[in-house]
């Protein structure tokens, strides 16, 4: 538009300094298909779908560490039961014996 400011509205008229820059300007949007907001309009729509696959990835890797958490809590809790009952177990065994140890000293 701006060759065509400083040219007049003749295109066919000799270009002056600033012509052939205009003259690419106009060159790319043909190719473009008079479109130059499409690349960058694509670029942004790329960035979208990028950003959006970072934040599900995000929220991904989020529920992945939280069911790994979930896991590592449930597994200490069967083991200290465990352990609970293996100490009663004990305690109950000890109980016995020493119950078992009194009769035969009197």
């Given at each position: ?31 473009n ?67 078992f ?6």
């Open positions: 538009m701006r060759d065509r400011m400083l040219r007049g509205a003749n295109p066919n008229s000799p270009p002056d300094d600033f012509g052939e820059l205009g003259r690419d300007d106009n060159r790319s949007r043909r190719v298909g008079g479109n130059t907001s499409g690349s960058v309009r694509g670029r942004r729509d790329e960035e979208g779908e990028l950003r959006k696959a970072i934040e599900e990835s995000k929220k991904s890797l989020l529920v992945e560490q939280q069911a790994a958490e979930e896991r590592e809590l449930e597994e200490a809790i069967r083991l200290s039961q465990e352990e609970e009952e293996s100490r009663k177990t004990a305690v109950a065994d000890l109980n016995a014996s020493a119950l140890d009194d009769h035969q000293q009197l």
